[in-house]
Protein backbone atom coordinates (compact mmCIF):
# COMPACT_ATOMS: atom_id res chain seq x y z
CA UNK A 1 0.00 0.00 0.00
CA UNK A 2 1.59 3.47 -0.41
CA UNK A 3 0.28 6.50 0.87
CA UNK A 4 0.63 9.67 -1.05
CA UNK A 5 0.60 12.94 1.11
CA UNK A 6 0.43 16.25 -0.10
CA UNK A 7 1.12 19.82 1.05
CA UNK A 8 -1.71 21.64 1.82
CA UNK A 9 -0.88 25.22 0.32
CA UNK A 10 -2.61 28.36 1.13
CA UNK A 11 -3.00 30.81 -1.74
CA UNK A 12 -4.54 33.84 -0.88
CA UNK A 13 -5.25 37.22 -3.74
CA UNK A 14 -3.46 35.27 -6.35
CA UNK A 15 -6.00 33.49 -8.97
CA UNK A 16 -4.38 34.81 -11.80
CA UNK A 17 -1.53 32.12 -10.95
CA UNK A 18 -3.28 29.14 -9.69
CA UNK A 19 -3.08 27.53 -13.48
CA UNK A 20 0.69 27.57 -13.37
CA UNK A 21 0.62 25.47 -10.04
CA UNK A 22 -1.96 22.51 -11.14
CA UNK A 23 0.73 20.06 -11.84
CA UNK A 24 1.98 20.24 -8.90
CA UNK A 25 1.65 17.76 -5.72
CA UNK A 26 -0.28 20.01 -3.65
CA UNK A 27 -3.45 20.74 -2.83
CA UNK A 28 -3.95 24.61 -3.60
CA UNK A 29 -6.61 25.95 -1.29
CA UNK A 30 -7.56 29.55 -3.08
CA UNK A 31 -9.07 32.29 -0.98
CA UNK A 32 -9.59 35.97 -2.01
CA UNK A 33 -9.63 37.62 1.29
CA UNK A 34 -7.18 37.60 4.46
CA UNK A 35 -10.12 36.79 6.95
CA UNK A 36 -10.67 33.45 5.25
CA UNK A 37 -7.54 32.67 4.89
CA UNK A 38 -7.64 33.10 9.25
CA UNK A 39 -10.37 31.02 9.03
CA UNK A 40 -8.68 28.10 6.88
CA UNK A 41 -5.42 28.35 9.21
CA UNK A 42 -7.67 27.18 12.30
CA UNK A 43 -9.54 24.70 10.45
CA UNK A 44 -7.30 23.34 8.12
CA UNK A 45 -3.95 21.83 8.46
CA UNK A 46 -1.96 24.29 6.39
CA UNK A 47 1.85 23.88 5.02
CA UNK A 48 2.99 26.59 3.22
CA UNK A 49 0.95 29.73 1.91
CA UNK A 50 1.32 32.22 -0.88
CA UNK A 51 -0.36 35.68 -0.20
CA UNK A 52 -0.23 38.98 -2.28
CA UNK A 53 0.81 41.84 -0.17
CA UNK A 54 -1.88 44.30 -0.21
CA UNK A 55 -5.59 42.29 0.15
CA UNK A 56 -8.56 44.05 0.29
CA UNK A 57 -9.98 43.62 3.29
CA UNK A 58 -6.36 43.37 5.13
CA UNK A 59 -4.32 45.56 3.41
CA UNK A 60 -0.33 46.51 3.58
CA UNK A 61 1.01 42.89 4.71
CA UNK A 62 -1.29 42.59 7.61
CA UNK A 63 -2.31 39.43 6.92
CA UNK A 64 1.15 38.22 6.20
CA UNK A 65 2.70 39.77 9.82
CA UNK A 66 -0.18 38.03 11.66
CA UNK A 67 0.57 34.77 10.01
CA UNK A 68 4.68 35.30 10.58
CA UNK A 69 4.57 36.44 14.00
CA UNK A 70 2.21 33.31 14.78
CA UNK A 71 4.02 30.70 12.55
CA UNK A 72 7.45 31.97 11.88
CA UNK A 73 8.78 28.75 10.53
CA UNK A 74 6.45 29.00 7.89
CA UNK A 75 7.35 28.26 4.79
CA UNK A 76 5.60 31.63 2.59
CA UNK A 77 5.62 33.58 -0.56
CA UNK A 78 4.65 37.07 -0.62
CA UNK A 79 3.40 38.62 -3.57
CA UNK A 80 4.32 42.24 -4.15
CA UNK A 81 3.43 44.87 -6.76
CA UNK A 82 6.35 45.22 -9.31
CA UNK A 83 8.82 48.20 -8.45
CA UNK A 84 7.70 48.94 -5.18
CA UNK A 85 10.68 48.75 -3.16
CA UNK A 86 9.08 49.41 0.13
CA UNK A 87 6.53 46.27 0.07
CA UNK A 88 9.21 44.23 -0.71
CA UNK A 89 11.70 45.68 2.10
CA UNK A 90 8.70 45.40 4.54
CA UNK A 91 7.80 41.66 3.45
CA UNK A 92 11.75 40.54 3.54
CA UNK A 93 12.15 42.30 7.25
CA UNK A 94 9.20 39.72 8.17
CA UNK A 95 10.85 36.62 7.18
CA UNK A 96 9.08 35.35 4.55
CA UNK A 97 10.70 32.40 2.24
CA UNK A 98 10.88 34.55 -0.92
CA UNK A 99 9.38 37.50 -2.37
CA UNK A 100 7.96 37.59 -5.89
CA UNK A 101 6.34 40.45 -8.27
CA UNK A 102 3.14 40.24 -9.28
CA UNK A 103 4.33 41.16 -12.96
CA UNK A 104 6.91 38.06 -13.04
CA UNK A 105 6.35 35.13 -15.43
CA UNK A 106 4.14 31.88 -14.68
CA UNK A 107 7.30 29.95 -15.50
CA UNK A 108 9.10 32.06 -12.83
CA UNK A 109 6.23 31.94 -10.46
CA UNK A 110 6.06 28.10 -10.74
CA UNK A 111 9.86 27.92 -10.47
CA UNK A 112 10.13 29.88 -6.88
CA UNK A 113 6.99 27.72 -5.46
CA UNK A 114 8.92 24.66 -6.07
CA UNK A 115 11.96 26.00 -4.90
CA UNK A 116 10.23 27.29 -1.53
CA UNK A 117 8.23 24.18 -1.16
CA UNK A 118 11.22 21.80 -1.85
CA UNK A 119 9.99 20.22 -4.83
CA UNK A 120 10.95 19.07 -8.28
CA UNK A 121 9.54 21.07 -10.95
CA UNK A 122 8.23 18.93 -13.64
CA UNK A 123 8.34 20.79 -16.37
CA UNK A 124 11.85 21.45 -15.46
CA UNK A 125 13.32 18.29 -15.19
CA UNK A 126 11.18 17.49 -18.89
CA UNK A 127 13.16 19.37 -20.40
CA UNK A 128 16.67 18.79 -19.01
CA UNK A 129 16.49 14.90 -19.63
CA UNK A 130 14.75 16.21 -23.37
CA UNK A 131 15.83 14.31 -26.28
CA UNK A 132 15.83 16.18 -29.23
CA UNK A 133 15.78 13.69 -33.16
CA UNK A 134 18.42 14.14 -35.61
Same mark, same amino acid.
Given at each position: ? %???? =? ?7 ? %????? *??? $?? #???? @? ?11 ? =??? !? ?15 ? &?????? =??? +? ?8 ? $? #?????? $? @??? +? *????? &??? !? ?7 ? +?? @? ?6 ? +?? &???? $??? %? &?? =???
Amino acid at each position: M %YIVA =KTNVLAIGV %YNRVE *SLK $EL #PIRL @ICLNRGNDAVRSL =KNE !TIHSVISHWHLKDMPDG &AFLKGL =KSI +RPDMPTIAVI $E #PNNPQQ $E @IQA +R *SLGVS &AVI !TEDCSQEHF +RQ @IVCGVLGL +RD &AAVL $EDL %Y &AV =KEL
